[in-house]
């Protein structure tokens, strides 16, 4: 029963079905529960929670990213089932505390100094999150300032800093050149992305990668994170 309702846990989040009134890509699901319904449901029945994320959560995610690089999927798409997942992790959040889940790491995502776009950030967050990370947002328009102080207090693992304008393109490299003088670089791994960022410009600037879309982002977090930890 219980792989029974994380498999339709899983297809609504492919569907990028909120609740009942959601109609999804597909015609006639109106009125049939939703990823918000599902979760509550799950839980109710004594599912462990852990398992709702794992199983149903991220593994959903991943068919959603093979979609979108094979252009089944297009951004609204990818954004429709990235936001149930983070309905679904407001829910869940209180029982994975309980559950005695731990981290799998802490990232700082941020939208560099002059830059106010945040969809493709915040889509970073939500999968991650799912994915089982510990994600503080700090938002758009953070300045190499802000981000030196938080991280001074936060010691996060990895550090994301998006941007969509090539006109702040260079707030990144301020940014990776303020951590260092902090004497704080060595202590943090940076990736970088948005639509004009590059591997080579990643590499020009210092930083340790770069995510081509929110899914490569996220992989490269949990490349990051496995070399943090001395994994293979």
Known sequence: MSDDIIEQVRQNVIQGRMDKDDE???EGMIGQPGVKELVQQALDRGIDPRYIVMEGLTEAMKVVGRKFEAKEYFIPDMLASAETVGAAMDILSPH???????????VLMATVKGDLHDIGKNIVCIILKGAGYEVKDLGS????????AIVR?????????????????TAMKETIDSLAQAGLRDK?????GGA???????AEIGADGYGADAFHAVRVVEELQQGLRGGP
């Not at 994975?96 to 802490?106: E, N, P, Q, R, W």
């Not at 943090?188 to 970088?192: A, C, T």
């Open 141 to 148: 328009d953070i300045t190499p300032e802000q981000i030196v």
């Open 96 to 106: 994975l505390a309980k559950s005695g889940m731990t981290s799998k790491g802490k």
């Open 196 to 202: 004009p960022i590059s591997a080579e410009f990643a």
């Open 188 to 192: 943090v791994k940076v990736i970088i």
């Open 24 to 26: 999804g890509f597909e």
């Open 153 to 169: 207090e936060e010691k996060p693992d990895i550090i994301g800093l998006s941007a969509l304008l090539t006109t702040t393109m």
